[in-house]
């Protein structure tokens, strides 16, 4: 039995890369709270993402939170349903009440004509996610939250280094989370960023992620600890300097499977849209059994026996999830629900070799009608 093949594999530098990189701490002792490799990271960041203000975290989720918290929402957000636990755990875990709109069946973004109708005197904000990577439809949205005084929260979890029209995926709306977990194009071990565009938010999110602290004896928010360590920032560090590489590396395996997949029966593929570059993140795939005979659950499986683990991300949607029960009655999302029943995620990362795409666009196409 060959070895496992799982959705995706960190990617990592060269231990000699990272060893070099984490080798002054020996001499600094300085191993968190904001120190030199933080401070070098989010400068790197800020440039290479195109965002007028960075601010770095320990993880994606903790961001999330904490932007929402510093933004002082209060009330109900329009968010989707078909992401990951975080998006919906942060609007909750604040306080807030998410309300949930559908997604579009092209690109599994929200669907922005769903909005407007959504809205209450109770709404606050809108959190889209661009998920996948694949760019909500920025224009529309920005609109809608000026004419109802909306705050928008991207969750750009897997949107590192896409642009569209030429910006940064994470300078749209009033605030952008990315990820930066072991799991994405960039990594830091664990990590995530806030890029936001009203530069008070600068001291605010500062100090939440620092315990609300301000000085020594000022303590004026009820913050969290989620601070980016030496180690992390030196991870990123590394791994920012192989971006381009590794976005690279990604795309020609994404080329692999389309050239394998693209245009078959049943099988619904996703693609950059005009404007948008892609980090080539994820690849998601929507099996409609009616045309192509297998169920994503039957493909799974098979995936599976042979020893390969795609994951079935997003299933369950989150107004779906257990701790949720009760909560969402009414909530209508018919095409998340079918999204979310169909869609596998198939191997992606930057070593995946084009040998194993193909073993498995194999073990796929063998069972199509
Ligand atoms: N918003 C969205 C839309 C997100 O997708 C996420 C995270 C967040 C917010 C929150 O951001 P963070 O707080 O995580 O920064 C994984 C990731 O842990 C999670 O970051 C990610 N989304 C989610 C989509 O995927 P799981 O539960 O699937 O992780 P796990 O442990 O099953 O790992 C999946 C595969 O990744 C493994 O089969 C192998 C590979 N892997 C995993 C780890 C931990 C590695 O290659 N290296 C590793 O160190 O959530």
């Given at each position: 039995m060959s070895d496992k093949i799982l959705v995706t594999r960190s990617s990592m530098p060269s231990k000699e890369e990272y060893f070099e990189e984490i080798k002054s701490l020996w001499d600094s002792h300085w191993l968190t709270n904001m120190g030199e490799k933080h401070n070098r990271l989010e400068k790197s960041l800020k440039e290479y993402l195109g965002v007028s203000n960075i601010s770095l975290f320990s993880n994606g989720h903790m961001a999330l939170e904490l932007v929402l918290q510093a933004l002082d929402l209060h009330g109900e957000v329009i968010t989707t349903p078909f992401t990951f636990a975080s998006t919906t755990h942060a609007i909750v875990r604040n306080g807030l009440h998410p309300v949930f709109c559908d997604i579009k069946e092209d690109d599994y973004t929200i669907d922005e004509t769903k909005i407007e109708s959504l809205i209450s005197e109770r709404t606050c904000a809108i959190l889209p996610v661009h998920v996948y990577g694949r760019m909500c439809n920025v224009e529309a949205i920005e609109s809608i939250a000026g004419k109802h005084h909306l705050k928008v929260i991207y969750?750009?979890?897997?949107?590192?280094?896409v642009r569209y029209k030429g910006k940064g995926s994470a300078s749209f709306g009033d605030a952008s989370m990315l990820s930066f977990h072991a799991t994405k194009v960039f990594n830091t071990i664990e990590g995530g960023a806030i890029c936001f565009q009203?530069?008070?938010l600068e001291e605010r999110l500062y100090s939440l992620k620092n315990f609300g602290i301000q000085s020594e004896t000022l303590v004026s928010g009820v913050g969290a600890n989620a601070k980016m360590n030496e180690f992390q920032a030196a991870m990123g560090i590394c791994n920012l300097a192989h971006i381009e590489e590794e976005i690279q590396k990604r795309k020609k395996v994404y080329d692999r499977y389309m050239d394998n997949?693209?245009?078959?029966?049943g099988i619904g593929l996703v693609k950059p849209k005009l404007g948008e570059t892609s980090n080539y993140a994820y690849f998601p795939v929507i099996f409609d059994e009616t045309q192509c005979g297998q169920t994503r659950d039957d493909v799974y499986d098979r995936l599976a026996e042979n020893n390969i683990y795609a994951r079935k991300y997003f299933y369950p949607l989150t107004s779906e999830f257990e701790c949720y029960k009760?909560?969402?009655?009414?909530?209508?999302?018919p095409i998340a629900k079918y999204v979310s029943e169909r869609i596998l995620c198939l191997p992606m990362y930057a070593d995946l070799e084009t040998r194993i795409v193909d073993r498995i666009c194999n073990i796929i196409v063998s069972k199509i009608l």
């Open positions: 969750d750009a979890a897997h949107a590192f280094g009203n530069n008070n997949l693209e245009g078959l029966a009760g909560q969402f009655a009414g909530t209508q999302t």
